[in-house]
């Protein structure tokens, strides 16, 4: 009999067990479970605290920095705050030399400068935040990446005065080009002279034949003409031997052909800057020419 009830007791534990194990969450059965740990404290605590004297002799803190945490957060902060400015002057810088680069061969010749606003007069020009001390001077070319802009006419302290193309005391000889089968390509047009207009415009300046531009007396195209048909938004590049590294820049497009007033065999072209000058934002000045 009592082997029989032993068994019994034997299998109720068993299942019990299981029941703990399997049935019951675990955060009661956490509750009793014996803390074994309990009996090593009375050796690990002094253990404990001799192993971490003997670090702070043998290895010092990594920081002595007692300042309150106010103090060392608001410092961070700071931080943050100067990590981001320098994160934004890495980027305008970027932005610069991206914008120099537009400029091929006369990148490292160039000095990049703020637009602070337009004539308040009658004349064509624009002011700039650059002086001498950015080694500016008087008749230095200025430019964009899309072209020419036009020339530092007066400079001083605050800043300086460039005269535009389309200022009527701006004249640079030029060159005839057309954007075809995807390159440029020169029209075989002599060179002409190029003076501004005022109103945004220029006006060519050189006496064209009608014929040189492939066009009769009424403004038709001449049929198995030698001479290559000037067209509306055809180019004009800079080819002027007194000023050689301004070959090849752009200085706008044609924008109307017509006949002269006093000579009808003649003609009468207009041309149209690339962009629109008084709205620019930031030019280039082209500090070294060699």
């Given at each position: 009999m009592s082997h029989f009830r032993f068994q019994h007791v034997f299998y109720g534990l068993m299942g019990l067990s299981a029941l703990v194990a399997f049935a019951m969450p675990p955060r009661y059965g956490d509750r009793y479970q014996p803390q074994i740990q309990l009996l090593f404290w009375p050796v690990a605590r002094p253990v404990a605290s001799m192993a971490q004297a003997v670090t702070r002799r043998v290895s010092p803190p990594v920081t002595d920095d007692r300042r309150p945490d106010m103090d060392i957060r608001a410092e961070n902060e700071r931080l943050?705050?100067?990590?981001?400015?320098?994160?934004?002057?890495?980027?305008?810088?970027?932005?610069?030399?991206?914008?120099?680069?537009?400029?091929?061969?006369?990148?490292?010749?160039?000095?990049?400068?703020?637009?602070?606003?337009?004539?308040?007069?009658?004349?064509?020009?624009?002011?700039?935040?650059?002086?001498?001390?950015?080694?500016?001077?008087?008749?230095?070319?200025?430019?964009t990446s899309e072209g020419l802009v036009g020339q530092i006419a007066r400079?001083?302290?605050?800043?300086?005065?460039?005269?535009?193309?389309?200022?009527?005391?701006?004249?640079?000889?030029?060159?005839?080009?057309?954007?075809?089968?995807?390159?440029?390509?020169?029209?075989?047009?002599?060179?002409?002279?190029?003076?501004?207009?005022?109103?945004?415009?220029?006006?060519?300046?050189?006496?064209?034949?009608?014929?040189?531009?492939?066009?009769?007396?009424?403004?038709?195209?001449v049929?198995?003409?030698?001479?290559?048909?000037?067209?509306?938004?055809?180019?004009?590049?800079?080819?002027?031997?007194?000023?050689?590294?301004?070959?090849?820049?752009k200085i706008g497009r044609v924008m109307q052909i017509d006949r002269r007033r006093d000579a009808r065999l003649f003609a009468d072209v207009l041309v149209?800057?690339?962009?629109?000058?008084?709205?620019l934002s930031e030019v280039m000045v082209l500090t070294k020419e060699q």
């Open positions: 943050r705050v100067d990590n981001a400015w320098l994160h934004a002057q890495l980027a305008e810088l970027s932005r610069k030399d991206q914008e120099l680069g537009k400029l091929g061969t006369l990148k490292d010749r160039c000095v990049l400068t703020k637009v602070i606003g337009g004539d308040a007069g009658s004349r064509e020009s624009i002011q700039i935040t650059g002086t001498s001390l950015d080694g500016m001077r008087q008749d230095m070319y200025v430019l400079i001083w302290i605050g800043g300086a005065q460039v005269r535009l193309v389309s200022d009527p005391g701006f004249r640079i000889r030029c060159r005839f080009w057309r954007f075809e089968l995807g390159e440029m390509r020169p029209l075989a047009i002599p060179p002409v002279l190029v003076q501004g207009s005022g109103a945004g415009v220029l006006r060519v300046l050189s006496q064209l034949p009608l014929s040189a531009i492939g066009l009769d007396a009424n403004l038709q195209t049929k198995n003409s030698d001479s290559p048909t000037l067209i509306e938004n055809d180019y004009l590049i800079v080819d002027d031997g007194d000023c050689p590294p301004l070959k090849g820049v149209r800057p690339i962009t629109n000058l008084k709205r």
